[in-house]
């Protein structure tokens, strides 16, 4: 249910940003989710959608790009990316890399019509 309000806050940063673009029209909004982020993209897609119906920004799609975790070695540092949480290196085998990304919630960048 978190989505609801990662929603409305995605919403607030749009309405503040659109306020400044004019006449302009949204057509997307562009975030980043990282995998250990715990955010549903279906449910924060759905929650936007009801939350902007009514309002000037009716239309718009919100397009997730779903970021893996990415991890750099501290004793060789060699970097990767896993669909798991990683305890080792896969390179050296040191254990506990360090988590570099997965993590993110992040508005990218808002494509608007003139």
């Not at 309000?5 to 004019?22: F, K, P, Y």
């Not at 902007?52 to 004793?75: D, H, K, M």
Request: charged share 20%; hydrophobic share 45%.
């Amino acid at each position: 249910m978190h989505e609801m309000s990662i929603a409305r806050g995605i919403v607030d940063i749009v309405e503040q940003e659109m306020a400044t673009q004019g006449d302009a029209r949204l057509q997307a909004v562009n975030i980043t989710v990282g995998k250990l982020a715990a955010v549903a993209p279906e449910q924060l897609a759905w929650w936007f959608t009801i939350m902007i119906a009514e309002t000037g920004l009716a239309g718009a799609t919100l397009n997730v790009r779903t970021v893996p975790l990415g991890y750099r070695c501290a004793a060789c540092r060699h970097e990767f990316t896993s669909e798991e949480i990683a305890l080792t290196c896969p390179e050296c085998g040191a254990e506990h890399p360090e988590l570099v990304s997965g993590r993110e919630l992040t508005v990218e960048s808002l494509e608007v019509e003139d």
